[in-house]
């Protein structure tokens, strides 16, 4: 579960309404991530066959069953579980794609993580860390063992210290949160230093934020326009071969049956939830273990590929 599925079913910020539908969805089905079984293969797929272990994207994914094209799947490395691989697509290509192709980040370079407890901050300060780079994760007083435990080098905790505040220059900042002003986080920026903004900030203000991203990154060097987050396999692989090789772990903050999905979505508006949230479609996710972290069940909805 990540906080697009809230923006989903709220319908905010309200420009999305003119993709989705004006006044109720088009389709009511959310979920975008998933993890699961191939159960059947169409007669054209020759990447997969059933019974395969995969993970990917695609549209109404908070169900049993889901079809989708084998472009947007690719098999699940076997050192995680199901609920683990049912958090990587959003969150870890987000922040894939915003540290490697957007920043071009490089061995050494010190890097900031604004939100580093979230579900797209958990995956970004063990990527930066895989491309060998020096990171700060910003986060609350409960996180921060959290943040140190996933590899960063430095945690700033941020009720006691503002990072803008600081005497240190980074190279990359990636900021999730948005709860500084463009200005204050850039007076903390290396010379030739970057600044990817993922949006962030509550719904209500998240569309002026990221226009005014767009607009100031056409006239400010060093300033990258928000993260697109395209969906393709080779990135799916690229992930693959991170979480195999052991470079990053997922972070799953709770498990719940599909049953409590609104309770899930919930959490996540609140802005405070711990890594990702999961939807587990085994028969004893409710009785796992007690949420907000649960521990993960290992068992898996079936998948179909088209």
Not at 91 to 109: F, V, Y
Not at 239 to 266: H, N, Q, R, S
Not at 283 to 294: H, K, N
Request: charged content about 20%.
């Amino acid at each position: 579960m990540n906080p697009y599925d809230w923006h989903f079913v709220r319908g905010t910020p309200y420009i999305m309404r003119l993709g989705i539908g004006l006044r109720k969805p088009k389709d009511t089905r959310i979920g975008v991530d998933f993890a699961g079984t191939v159960e059947a293969v169409g007669k054209d797929v020759t990447q997969f066959k059933p019974g395969d272990e995969v993970f990917g994207g695609k549209a109404g994914a908070f169900a049993q069953y889901i079809c989708v094209s084998e472009k947007s799947v690719a098999l699940k490395p076997a050192n995680i579980s199901f609920e683990e691989a049912g958090t990587l697509q959003i969150a870890a290509m987000t922040a894939l794609q915003g540290l490697r192709n957007k920043a071009k980040i490089q061995p050494g370079q010190k890097v900031l993580i604004n939100g580093a407890s979230g579900g797209v901050g958990t995956f970004a300060v063990q990527i930066a860390k895989a491309f060998g780079a020096e990171v700060t994760g910003v986060t609350s007083t409960k996180n921060v063992d959290l943040v140190h435990s996933i590899g960063a080098d430095h945690v700033v905790d941020y009720t006691v210290e503002d990072f803008t505040a600081g005497a240190t220059r980074y190279d990359l900042i990636l900021d999730n949160v948005g709860n500084h002003s463009m200005a204050r986080t850039r007076r903390v920026l290396a010379p030739e230093g970057k600044l990817i903004s993922n949006g962030g900030g509550h719904a209500n203000g998240k569309l002026v934020r990221t226009l005014r991203t767009m607009l100031v990154s056409m006239f400010v060097r060093g300033q990258a326009k928000p993260t697109v987050k395209t969906q393709n396999r080779d990135d799916l692989v690229a992930l693959d071969e991170l979480v195999a090789a052991g470079k990053i772990k997922p972070v799953v903050g709770g498990t719940y049956p599909l049953a409590e999905a609104p309770a899930a979505i919930g959490l996540v508006s609140s802005g405070h939830a711990r890594g990702t949230l999961v939807i587990s479609m085994a028969p004893d996710a409710a009785t796992a273990g007690p949420r907000p972290a649960l521990v993960a069940t290992g068992r898996q909805p079936a998948t179909g590929i088209a």
